[in-house]
């Protein structure tokens, strides 16, 4: 990585962020700035040429033993097949923080772990309420978009004011964030019908197969093998995963936290995770942004849209704020941990609204949701760009203002 931003990164995070964890942390800031970059290009695009962009985003594809409803077009193959990649990285991060990271005491793991379910909850709530007060039924099924949080962006977003925040602020929102993409990918996959017909023997088959390569990531975890040994049972999981209808980039996390890491630079999961993650970051997930972010706006989507709009910012920012603090109000309450040093509970509200900034899951979600309707879907993203707006900068503007004594380390 250029030596020259990633200094600069440093500075804005705070020097205490050394080795992997201050690695990781400036590759997602850099990454959110670029990711940000990636998201306007996907929207001038699809404005100012829509005809290109759209000829391009449905052009068709054919992947042999691949079933057409996973994997028919550019936009699909990214999607589907491409984010594969981006999963695997948060598996990655998960087992390394649960060997030698936050999540591996409680203390620590247990509060962003809980704030991020009652931010997930809440913000699916909110958006339910509106849009069965609004009474659009055809809305209804888009509850889970508005539940996960953006690594990338939070972190992008965050750095701007990194002077001004503790170090135990910065990794609280990470193992949020992580914590949060995860429960909502599961959810994605646990609700994910892609409409591929199987017989029932076939359902048997598929469903052992997926057994049987469990149980080898398992042996191989164990006898601690070939990190390639990984990369091939995650694209075979991932296959019998678009098989069986289930979301197949949950594959990615599933056996990236089985893959052995801890402190050894040589270890099968550290290695891989110096590839996947910057792979992640730098292309996958802005060709996610362009190829599947990108609206006309031109259109005026919003026309007749304002009630799934008005749901979705308010999920994104009211729902994420009651339930972030009040699933952390609920930890604390019962022991299970603190507040981050140096935080109040005003500049914690702060922060909770930064969650409330993504475009990566809630997008998986509304392609899902939403794909019989374009109109829906393009509404949809123009919340997300509007909600994002509004949680990055008030979330900042309280973060900053709240910290009148930032830590030494910053």
Excluded at 92 to 102: D, F, H, P, T, W
Aim: aromatic share 8%; hydrophobic share 55%.
């Amino acid at each position: 990585m250029n030596s020259a931003p990633s200094s600069l990164v440093r500075r804005w995070l705070g020097e205490p962020f050394g080795g992997f964890l201050g690695s990781l942390i400036t590759q997602e800031t850099i990454g959110g700035l670029i990711l940000t970059a990636a998201l306007v290009l996907g929207v001038v695009w699809a404005s100012v040429f829509s005809h290109s962009y759209d000829t391009v985003v449905s052009l068709s594809i054919s992947i042999p033993t691949i079933p057409s409803s996973m994997v028919h077009d550019v936009s699909t193959l990214v999607t589907n097949l491409a984010m594969l990649i981006f999963f695997a990285a948060i598996g990655l991060e998960i087992g390394r923080e649960r060997a030698v990271g936050a999540l591996q005491k409680s203390d620590t793991a247990l509060p962003p772990v809980i704030a991020a379910l009652g931010g997930m909850a809440m913000a699916a709530v909110t958006y339910l309420i509106v849009v069965a007060a609004e009474g659009n039924s055809a809305a209804l099924g888009g509850w889970g978009i508005p539940m996960a949080t953006d690594v990338a962006f939070t972190l992008g977003a965050l750095s701007l004011i990194g002077s001004r925040v503790s170090r135990e602020l910065r990794v609280f929102l990470l193992t949020l964030a992580v914590a949060d993409d995860v429960a909502a990918v599961i959810i994605l996959g646990m609700t994910s019908h892609h409409g591929h017909r199987l017989t029932s023997l076939g359902v048997v088959a598929y469903i052992a197969l997926c057994v049987v390569i469990i149980a080898l990531t398992l042996v191989a975890r164990r006898l601690r093998l070939s990190l390639w040994t990984f990369v091939f049972l995650a694209l075979g999981l991932w296959w019998a995963f678009a098989h069986l209808g289930i979301e197949p980039t949950l594959a990615g996390v599933i056996v990236g936290v089985c893959v052995p890491t801890g402190d050894d630079p040589h270890s099968p999961g550290l290695r891989l995770e110096r590839v996947v993650t910057p792979l992640s970051t730098f292309v996958v997930l802005p060709i996610f942004a362009i190829l599947v972010g990108g609206v006309d706006l031109t259109s005026q989507p919003w026309k007749g849209n304002w009630g799934l709009i008005g749901a979705l910012v308010g999920a994104r920012s009211i729902g994420k704020i009651i339930g972030i603090t009040g699933g952390l109000a609920l930890a604390i309450k019962f022991g299970y941990g603190s507040l981050p040093k140096g935080t109040s509970w005003r500049q914690m509200s702060g922060a909770a609204l930064l969650c409330g900034i993504g475009f990566t899951v809630p997008l998986l979600f509304a392609t899902r949701d939403f794909a019989g309707s374009s109109s829906l879907l393009s509404a949809t993203k123009v919340a997300l760009l509007m909600a994002s707006i509004l949680c990055a900068g008030i979330g900042l503007w309280i973060v900053a203002k709240r910290s009148k004594n930032p830590s030494p380390e910053g």
